[in-house]
Each structure stands twice: as structure tokens, then as C-alpha cells.
């Protein structure tokens, strides 16, 4: 194995008398209970993107195919993250990052790949983010006025509103005091949403509920399916949240990803099998967009997204802050000196202003959703952790495990492939109703 020096940020510290080493960062670690930790995973999944996935998860599939994907990829990402939860700890060091244990484990290399990977899965993820809270103010203010401002003023006021919120509460931990004001909103918009789906269902007598296209369409459209299925079900980042989880942090982020995929999937599974429910094929890509009913309740389901949005989004792009933190900050003085407050204001005004630029000039980020799936999420959630487990078991893992993970690399190299294709296919496809700074 290569030596860690090479291949973490910062030089080991030893973590409170623990017995384990643990890369320096200017966040916090080793501070926060399974059941916060669990809490903020079934709330920052259940946000905004649910109202994307009836269109992006069960349209290309229908019932069979849909319903028998959704348990799968679910089931297979929870395994996955259980393992990788078990990798936490390796000759005596704590892993606070992916691209870390991958260092360690394979070399610099592989230190690099898994950095590229999680980072274009986040900045792309933030993007997606800003693009729904936008989505979600505009329809707003579509109820009002019969003349909308364009779409790219609600995405400058979104990328300000994620900015403040994440230079005056910098990291994971520092969530907690914000958690049940998400899981209220959470819950406001989901049951208004769920009751207004469940009257537009039974009202509507035409719902079709037929895959369309050509068979190498449906084949295609199926496996950007499967690809947002999985961008629904993990993170690529589970190292890093799991850094901020109380001893045992094993068993500790066991039990919040149990949570997660219990408690969570009923809420974000729920919303998409709904909506796929009352509207069929049809569904709207930004399902608001399908609702009848009242006038305030689509307000308080598009505000309430908007306003849990600002809490979740911040859990999928903590470990980019983290990375500058620790780079620009004074390690030995708190979050809130006044010269780290300034050069966290630099470093999250880089990356907001970035986004926010992107995320206007190009709004038609719900079609790289199954690119981020297939070509980052596949491997970071199913073929590292394999990976990890060959590497450092060898041969003593039994002849049964080896080849156990072996099938799941191959597969999911398989996997991989097919479903970046399809992403790529469909960016293509799409290509020509993309132009600058649309208004969607």
C-alpha cells in the first residue's frame, strides 16, 4: 500500500486518544450521533430532485420494470454503502475522505480518479440543485403574474440564497440546528403533494401507462433510468459524511443508513410511484408543473421545496468546502475568526458564482442527472468498495468473497458503460433545443 502521507491533504493527527489517526481538517469529526447523521440522509434525499423522478425513474420503465428496478438499485446501493461504511477504519487511520482511502489503499493514482469523480458528481449535483430551487421560484411567481422573470434571475437569487446559507453554516455538523426546520418542510410539501396527486389520480380516466419509442429507445431510455435510480439512492460521498459520526462510527452509520433506507425511500420512492400513479407516462419532468387543485397549494409545495433545498443541497457539496476550507483556512482558529471568514467567503463565492454561471448559461441540467449516475455514481458506490475489500482482504477473504466481488466489478463496469452511453445518447439527442441562457 502507498504510503498515506502521500496521498491525504493534510498530515495524520491522532483523534481525541482513539488509537487512530485522522487526516487534518478544518471541519469538525467525531461529533455527531447516528441518529443526527440518519436524519439529515433521509431528509437531504427526499428534496427538491423528487420532483424529477417520476418522469426520469418510472416513465422509461413502466410498472414491472420500474417498481423491480427501484427495489433493486435500492437494495444493491444500501449493500454497497454498508460495505464501504465497514472500510471507515484501515491500519489504524480513520478515512475522512473517499479520494483518502482510495490513496492509501491503491496509490496516487487512484487518489486522483476517485477526487475527479466525486467532485464532478458534486459541483454537477449543486448545479441541479440550483436549477429546481430557480424551477421553484419561477412557478411561484408564475401564479402571480402572467409575465414571469426569466428563469436565470430566480437561478442568481437561488446560488445567493445557497451562498449565504453555506458560508454562515460551513459544515455537516453544523446542521443539526437547521434539521427539523427541513424535516418540517419536508414533510409540508410531501403531504400536500402526495393528497393532490392522489385526487388528480382518481380523477384522471386516461392515464396511459405504455414505455414509448423504438426498441433501442425504450432499451436506452431504460438504462438512464437505472442510472437516475441510483443518483436517488447515494451520494458518492458516504466517507465524508461518516467522518462527523460518533464512535463506533461503524455501527453508528450502519444504523443511519438503515434509517435512510427505510424511513427515506418510503418518502422519495412514495412521491415518484405517485406521481407516476396519477399522471402516467406523461409526467411532467418538474412534476408541480402537473398539479390541479388550488392556487396555495402549489405555492407552499414550491416554496417548501425551495426552502428545503437550501438545507439539503448543502450536505451534496460539503465535501468541496471542506477541500478549500482546509486548504485557505488557519486550522488552529475556530470557523468564525475573522480571517478564516474571509477566506471562506472567497472560496464559497468561487464556487456559487461558478455554478450559478453554468447553471444559467446551460439550464438543461435534469439531462446530465443520468450522466452523473452512470459515470461517477456506479463506480464510487459499487466497484471501489470491492475493490477495497480484494486489495486488503487478499486471499484470506475466501475463495466465495473473491469471487463475490469480483462479479460485482465486472457487472458494474458493465453497467458503467451501458448507462454512460445512454446518458451520452440522450445529451446528443437533446442537443438541438439546447441554446444559451434559455428560458425554460
Known amino acids: 500500500m502507498a504510503s498515506s502521507s502521500m496521498d491525504t491533504e493534510a498530515a495524520g493527527q491522532d483523534s481525541k486518544g482513539s488509537g487512530y489517526t485522522v487526516a487534518a481538517t478544518a471541519h469538525a469529526v ?4 447516528w441518529q443526527q447523521v440518519g436524519l439529515l440522509l433521509v431528509i437531504g434525499f427526499n428534496c427538491a430532485y423528487v420532483l ?3 418522469n426520469l425513474m418510472m416513465a422509461p420503465l413502466g410498472w414491472g420494470w420500474g417498481v423491480a428496478c427501484l427495489l433493486l438499485v435500492g ?6 454503502n454498508w460495505l464501504l461504511a465497514g472500510l471507515h477504519f484501515i491500519d489504524g487511520q480513520r478515512f475522512i475522505r473517499y479520494r483518502d482511502l482510495m490513496g492509501f489503499v491503491f496509490g496516487r493514482k487512484m487518489y486522483y480518479i476517485t477526487y475527479f469523480l466525486q467532485f464532478a458528481t458534486l459541483l454537477l449535483c449543486n448545479m441541479g440543485f440550483i436549477l429546481l430551487g430557480a424551477r421553484a ?13 426569466r428563469l436565470q434571475w430566480f437561478i442568481t437569487v437561488t446560488g445567493i440564497v445557497y451562498f449565504a446559507f453555506a458560508y454562515f453554516v460551513p459544515t455537516i455538523s453544523a446542521m443539526r440546528n437547521w434539521l427539523a426546520t427541513s424535516a418540517a418542510l419536508t414533510l409540508a410539501y410531501d403531504i400536500t403533494l402526495f393528497a393532490i396527486l392522489i385526487r388528480d389520480g382518481k380523477s384522471n380516466k386516461q392515464k ?23 443518483v436517488c439512492n447515494t451520494s458518492g460521498l458516504l466517507p465524508e459524511i461518516q467522518s462527523t459520526v460518533r464512535e463506533p462510527a461503524v455501527r453508528g452509520m450502519r444504523r443511519a443508513l438503515l434509517l435512510q433506507y427505510t424511513a427515506g425511500v418510503a418518502g422519495y420512492y412514495g412521491v415518484s410511484v405517485a406521481g407516476y400513479w396519477a399522471y402516467g407516462s406523461s409526467v411532467s419532468e418538474y412534476l408541480p408543473n402537473e398539479l390541479g387543485g388550488p392556487r396555495w397549494a402549489s405555492v407552499l409545495i414550491n ?3 425551495f426552502l428545503q433545498s437550501v438545507v439539503s443541497q448543502h450536505l451534496f457539496v460539503v465535501p468541496i468546502h471542506e477541500a478549500m476550507d482546509t486548504q485557505l ?3 488552529d482558529e475556530g470557523m468564525f475568526s475573522r480571517y478564516n471568514l474571509t477566506r471562506r467567503l472567497f472560496a464559497r463565492g468561487i464556487i456559487f458564482g461558478f455554478n450559478v454561471f453554468v447553471t444559467a448559461l446551460f439550464p438543461f441540467m435534469g439531462d446530465f442527472v443520468n450522466l452523473v449516475g452512470s459515470f461517477a455514481l456506479v463506480p464510487l458506490t459499487f466497484m471501489f468498495p470491492s475493490m477495497v475489500v480484494l486489495k486488503i482482504k487478499g486471499k484470506s477473504g475466501g475463495r466465495w468473497s473473491r469471487l463475490w466481488h469480483w462479479s460485482i466489478i465486472v457487472f458494474s463496469t458493465i453497467l458503467c458503460v451501458a448507462t454512460t452511453a445512454a446518458a451520452v445518447r440522450l445529451i446528443f439527442n437533446n442537443a438541438r433545443i439546447y441554446h444559451f441562457f434559455a428560458d425554460m
Open 52 to 54: 424529477s423522478f417520476s
Open 137 to 149: 421560484l419561477k412557478a411561484i411567481n408564475v401564479e402571480f403574474t402572467h409575465t414571469p422573470a
Open 208 to 230: 396511459d401507462y405504455n414505455v414509448h419509442g423504438s426498441p433501442s429507445e425504450k432499451v436506452f431510455n431504460a438504462l438512464g433510468a437505472v442510472a437516475a435510480i441510483l
Open 329 to 331: 483556512q488557519r486550522l
Open 303 to 305: 416554496a417548501a421545496a
Open 30 to 33: 467525531d461529533s455527531d450521533s
Open 75 to 80: 437494495a444493491a446501493a444500501w449493500y454497497a
